[in-house]
């Protein structure tokens, strides 16, 4: 039962233009929500969170949008950059203290091509 | 760069054989998770330890167990290795900022059952 789930499994994008992920889950308890960034032979790396208080944060090119009603998130990066090719994992815990595991979707392969 | 390192970086096994995987906490951090991830998958929680206890578990069998030693460093064991333990393997170490808890990943190993 994947209860975090990223429908694109890739994604290509112009350079300089907005590239937007998705991710949708199917757990009501989930009350905190993370993206994480993985490049090749590395381990994932944090780039953005948000609660469920809020439903916008923002972290320079990186914008996380969250609609509780819809049970549904993005990821919105802009201007996309040629470094920001990597794979893009959503993640969802039912606390911000990680008293819980985080449940990480299948990724999305994000190609920004010049 | 977070601070978590991991060793070996790859390993072959084979099938009933056990394996042992080693994890270095980043400086200041009490809490350790374990990851695997599969091909093509998002990482699925193993387990937590906090404060060299097990702090939380996820849906893998007892066969999987681990360590935390007083110095934060962590262990993951596997016994009777089979083909689909062939996997990436993460760690990640986290600290409380602000509330949240974020946590760190190593680079993994990626273990191979033939």
């Known amino acids: 039962d994947q209860q975090v789930k990223q429908n694109s499994p890739s994604l290509s994008v112009q350079e300089g233009r907005i590239s937007i992920l998705n991710c949708d889950y199917t757990?009501?308890?989930?009350?905190?929500f993370l993206w994480y960034k993985k490049y090749p032979a590395e381990g994932p790396t944090f780039l953005i969170s948000?609660?469920?208080?809020?439903d916008k944060n923002e972290d320079g090119r990186f914008t996380v949008f969250l609609n509780k009603s819809a049970k549904h998130l993005s990821l919105h990066i802009v201007p996309s950059q040629p470094g920001d090719s990597a794979v893009y994992f959503c993640a969802a815990s039912a606390t911000p203290y990680n008293t819980d595991k985080l449940i990480f979707g299948t990724g999305t392969r994000l190609q920004v091509f010049p | 760069e977070t601070g978590v390192t991991q060793s070996p970086t790859h390993l072959i096994k084979t099938r009933g054989q056990q394996v042992t995987l080693r994890c270095s906490s980043q400086s200041g951090h009490n809490t350790v998770s374990w990851y695997q991830q599969a091909l093509g998958q998002g990482p699925q929680f193993i387990f937590q330890?906090?404060?060299?206890?097990?702090?939380g578990r996820g849906n893998f069998p007892p066969r999987f167990s681990g360590l935390q030693f007083p110095n934060y460093s962590s262990e993951l064991n596997v016994n009777a290795l089979e083909l689909d333990d062939s996997a990436l393997y993460l760690c990640?170490?986290?600290?409380?900022?602000?509330?949240?808890?974020?946590?760190?990943f190593g680079a993994g190993t990626r273990l191979s059952v033939l």
């Open positions: 990640a170490s986290s600290s409380t900022q602000g509330g949240k808890n974020i946590q760190y």
């Open positions: 330890y906090y404060r060299e206890e097990e702090n």
């Open positions: 757990n009501s308890m989930f009350d905190y």
């Open positions: 948000i609660s469920s208080i809020k």
